[in-house]
């Protein structure tokens, strides 16, 4: 057995798509677990910087409210206006936060009947010195009582609070909010107080937390004008932390500038998986060293050990563990001594049915050689018509019997793995003509037509198994002459080439019964045919197709079947055939020698074979003797010349082996006698040892009178050897 798949190298396998399946679902199961407390902390966190820092930007604006509540509480309680304008420039000497300008708006001629605009107006320079301004005294102009930050507040409770729109000041260029409270004297509305800040620090502070927490800002006033960007971009998911602050209702937006808060979510799963998932490698690796060190390791040992047990013995590795692999290197153990048992009987079976086989073949074959022998001696007699068709048809009867005991013993020597192919060449004219002279008659006799289709160059020799090319053709063609009662029986032999192969293709068709779907595979199995009734109705051992087929399996071919119930069958073989150089034929058209005068030796046990044999050499012209056994063979042999010796095998005393044998070994003209082993058993093996031990020909019984003659015309000069007739002699009959 090849052991085409490693264990472990499909343990590996398995390990690694288990892993990266773990890895897959694990890392997914933690991103759902991980990622949205995660996210939620993260967002919590960012929510909690824009509250630090909206924090830290209203601190600055809560104290200019400080500073304008001082300037409130001054013009409510210091009538005189000298004293007034020193402690409101006092207040912006000692300020040095956002508050860089502002004062006591009064109502228009509430302080001088005379004078409608009497505001008192300061300014801080950027060196700490405070001007004050009368700009908005001119009585030319409309009046600061009718701009908004005055008119927001005028008539307002008191510690009410508004603040302007961001603007630019025209004089500073710098971004600046102005926030107003109303001031009352003695309970009447007496004027406005303003303060107004600059925003340039502030936006700094802003930008300066921003680039310091890798945050992107914008921070917008009440009316959600923007006091100020920095770095705010806005993308797809991101989180956005908002948060509206202070009695101003001022709004700050912060975003993660570079990372992210998906981007960061996903680094700290990333984080968790990979501290998590090598130590879950680590566990797999253990746990795999544990699988593969008691699991796969004893089970590759054991395969490794079947390996090498197939001729036999058992499991023999150092396994202690009471657990299923020892139960079954036991149960093998067990099995192995069993299937030893078993195999032992399987072959001394086997060796009693090839015996079997051997000795029913000889023992059919010896008293068919008399039935078949005798006929064939009577149809050369003077018989009327009658006593011929009669005396034809028991030849026939019993060359039919041969036929099928051939083919179970054909059938033996395949299942034994004894079916050997020889290698000759041959044309496949003579094939085709075998088929003609055989099957034309036979399909004339039933009414049939017989075809022969031959696509393949008449000229076309191959080097193949003559003989079992022929047995795959008339097995066939028996079967499609068998089933076909009317119509025609085909033959189409065609060529192809595939790659370096030259194929061989022979497709044999009939009308005949045909057969049914769920019957075509098993006609192919041994001893079985399409029903139960064909059997009865037609004969036959059902061996034929399976011969057939393990036949072209041998000669590296398939048989293909194409058939339909009720109008007839289509076998196809494709059979490799080497293509060879046309050779000269050895064709004897007279085979009628002279063979009057000439000895033959009959070495027979059986008397009806010695009768047959005699019969067919005197009337031949040969003078015969005959004797019981080889060791008398031999005593003849040694006191007279033979021209020829008919050995048979199985004799008592001394078989035909060992007589051949002893002829061979004698020291005189003798041992150069022409020697024909004649014998009932057919096969390969009894064949070589009698060919070995030096016979020239072997003469298979029941003996067919042309087989002989071929044979002794074949041998004719070692025939004549001992006369004195020439080579132009032998052909003197008649």
């Not at 059986?606 to 060791?631: C, H, P, Q, S």
Request: net charge negative; charged share 25%; with cysteine.
């Amino acid at each position: 057995m090849v052991i085409k798949e490693s264990l472990k190298k499909k343990s590996i396998i398995a390990l690694t798509v288990y892993l990266a399946l773990f890895i897959s679902v694990f890392g997914s199961i933690t991103y759902m677990v991980v990622e949205s407390p995660v996210r939620a902390k993260l967002e919590e966190n960012l929510d909690t910087k824009s509250e630090f820092l909206a924090a830290e930007i209203s601190a600055p604006l809560y104290g200019s409210v400080g500073v304008l509540k001082s300037i409130v509480a001054m013009g409510q309680s210091i009538e005189d206006r000298q004293t007034l304008d020193e402690a409101l420039c006092q207040v912006f000497k000692l300020n040095d936060g956002i508050a860089v300008s502002g004062g006591i708006w009064p109502e228009p001629y509430s302080v001088d009947p005379k004078k409608k605009l009497t505001s008192l107006f300061y300014n801080r320079t950027p060196q700490g010195d405070v001007d004050r301004i009368d700009l908005w005294n001119n009585p030319a102009a409309d009046g600061y009582h009718v701009e908004p930050w005055y008119t927001s507040v005028k008539d307002q409770p008191v510690n009410t609070i508004t603040w302007s729109q961001v603007y630019i000041d025209p004089y500073t260029h710098v971004q600046m909010i102005t926030a107003s409270s109303p001031y009352y004297v003695n309970g009447k509305f007496s004027g406005v107080a303003t303060v107004d800040l600059s925003l340039a620090n502030l936006v700094n502070f802003v930008k300066a937390k921003a680039r310091e927490h890798d945050l992107g800002v914008v921070l917008r006033d009440a009316n959600k004008q923007v006091i100020t960007e920095h770095n705010f971009r806005l993308e797809k998911d991101i989180y956005v932390s908002e948060i509206q602050f202070g009695d101003f209702s001022w709004s700050l937006q912060v975003v993660n500038a570079r990372r992210l808060v998906s981007d960061q979510v996903s680094e700290i799963v990333t984080g968790v998986e990979l501290a998590i998932v090598p130590v879950m490698v680590l566990c797999l690796m253990f746990g795999y060293y544990l699988i593969s060190q008691y699991l796969i390791r004893p089970i590759s040992m054991i395969a490794k050990e079947v390996d090498g047990s197939r001729e036999g013995g058992g499991i023999d590795i150092n396994y202690r563990s009471p657990d299923e692999i020892r139960y079954l290197i036991d149960t093998f153990n067990q099995k192995t001594v069993y299937l030893d048992r078993e195999r032992i009987k399987a072959q001394a079976s086997t060796k009693a049915k090839t015996a079997f086989l051997a000795t029913l073949s000889h023992e059919i074959r010896t008293p068919m050689n008399g039935v078949l022998g005798t006929a064939q001696i009577l149809l050369k007699t003077d018989l009327n018509l009658e006593q011929r068709k009669l005396l034809k048809t028991l030849y026939d009867s019993g060359d039919h019997m041969m036929s099928l005991l051939n083919e179970i013993l054909d059938y033996s020597k395949i299942e034994q793995g004894h079916l050997e192919l020889s290698k000759s060449a041959f044309p496949l004219t003579s094939i085709i003509g075998s088929m003609h002279s055989v099957y034309h008659t036979l399909c004339n006799e039933k009414g049939l037509r017989f075809n022969v289709f031959s696509q393949v160059d008449e000229q076309r020799w191959y080097k193949g198994d003559k003989a079992r090319l022929r047995q795959i053709l008339f097995n066939l063609l028996n079967n499609a002459v068998k089933f076909t009662s009317q119509g025609s029986v085909d033959v189409v032999l065609s060529e192809e080439v595939r790659g370096d192969n030259n194929l061989l293709t022979i497709r044999v068709k009939d009308t005949g019964i045909g057969i049914p779907k769920e019957a075509q595979e098993r006609i192919f199995k041994p001893f079985e045919q399409a029903e139960s009734s064909t059997t009865r109705r037609y004969g036959g051992t059902g061996l034929g197709l399976s011969i057939v087929r393990e036949i072209a399996h041998c000669m590296g071919s398939e048989v293909t079947l194409h058939s339909q119930e009720g109008i007839g069958s289509e076998f196809i073989v494709s059979v490799l055939l080497e293509r060879c150089r046309p050779e000269t034929l050895d064709i004897h058209i007279e085979r009628n020698l002279d063979y009057r005068g000439l000895k033959a030796l009959i070495v027979e046990d059986n008397r009806t074979n010695t009768i047959i044999i005699e019969t067919f050499m005197k009337r031949k012209g040969f003078i015969t003797y005959a004797v019981e056994n080889g060791e008398e063979a031999l005593k003849a042999v040694s006191t007279q010349t033979f021209d020829l010796v008919l050995m048979d095998n199985h004799m008592p005393v001394m078989d035909g082996v060992e007589a051949i044998s002893g002829i061979r070994n004698m020291v005189g003209k003798e041992k150069d006698t022409l020697i024909f082993g004649c014998t009932a058993d057919v096969f390969k093996e009894t064949r070589e040892r009698m060919l070995r031990a030096g016979a020239d020909y072997i003469v298979g019984k029941p003996i067919d009178e042309r087989v002989l003659d071929d044979a002794l015309y074949q041998f004719a000069n070692k025939l004549f050897q001992f006369t004195h007739k020439t080579g132009n002699d032998l052909h003197s009959v008649g």
